[in-house]
């Protein structure tokens, strides 16, 4: 017999947290129809470590313009791609995951395509999406929510996921996976993919300005009632 604990108190914190990081944000618009193809998304995914999105937005769009179509991508010598590359962060290690997910991709599917992902459950589709290589959950997630599959699956960066932890919304040294897992359970049942996809750019946006890797500003940060971190550094 499972005990009914009722329901997690991680949702109602969740959600006053969304109000107040629209609060102080704003509301942020879903990205052009053009950045929502699957195909794209995941191309953007790959070669965006490190970098800004809109950095690596006009990479994934002068790579396609270029060659004209991301099987063509896939053929290209590698260090014309690290050439393509060079204003991402890890240009060398951005050329060799892309080149090697997009051609495992042909391989198993023909082509550059993911509309068969449409057809599949989330997990499942996104099961699919990390045997291939250089896709982690971040990306699988991001490819699944943010594209025109648009489905509720919470994508977790490094700003995302150390806000968490800092909450006390998951484990203090959960890597991105056990994150994922510990949050999704909790993500309040009413939000839209799209509300997913505002709220991890919101937190985003928490993340570069008040919840830093080093040196939190947690006495001015919005999210501090909410944070168990937070309220303990400003008690001290």
């Known amino acids: 017999m499972q005990l009914d604990l009722g329901p997690d108190p991680r949702t109602e914190s969740l959600r006053r947290l969304q109000a107040l990081l629209v609060q102080r944000f704003g509301r942020i618009e879903r990205a052009a129809a053009e950045w929502r193809k699957?195909?794209?998304?995941?191309?953007?995914?790959?070669?965006?470590?490190?970098?800004k999105s809109e950095v690596s937005n006009a990479a994934t769009d002068r790579l396609l313009a270029r060659y004209g179509s991301w099987e063509v991508v896939a053929d290209a010598p590698l260090d014309e791609l690290q050439a393509e590359l060079a204003t991402q962060t890890y240009p060398n290690i951005a050329a060799?995951?892309?080149?090697?997910?997009?051609t495992a991709l042909v391989a198993l599917r023909g082509a550059v395509d993911l509309s068969h992902l449409a057809d599949m459950h989330t997990g499942a589709a996104m099961r699919w999406l990390e045997q291939l290589p250089g896709i982690g959950r971040k990306i699988a997630a991001g490819v699944m929510n943010a594209s025109t599959l648009d489905r509720r699956a919470i994508v977790l960066d490094g700003h995302h996921t150390r806000i968490l932890q800092r909450m006390g919304l998951v484990p203090a040294k959960?890597?991105?996976?056990?994150?994922?897992?510990?949050?999704?359970?909790?993500?309040?049942?009413?939000?839209?993919?799209?509300?997913?996809?505002?709220?991890?750019?919101?937190?985003?946006?928490?993340?570069?300005?008040?919840?830093?890797?080093?040196?939190?500003?947690?006495?001015?940060?919005?999210?501090?009632?909410?944070?168990?971190?937070?309220?303990?550094?400003?008690?001290?």
């Open 38 to 51: 699957p195909e794209w998304v995941l191309v953007q995914g790959v070669i965006g470590a490190r970098t």
């Open 174 to 236: 959960a890597t991105t996976d056990r994150a994922f897992d510990a949050i999704m359970p909790a993500m309040p049942e009413e939000w839209s993919a799209g509300d997913y996809d505002e709220h991890h750019l919101l937190m985003k946006k928490l993340g570069q300005t008040w919840c830093r890797p080093a040196s939190p500003e947690c006495g001015t940060c919005p999210a501090l009632a909410l944070c168990e971190t937070g309220t303990k550094r400003s008690r001290s």
């Open 96 to 102: 060799e995951r892309l080149k090697a997910s997009l």
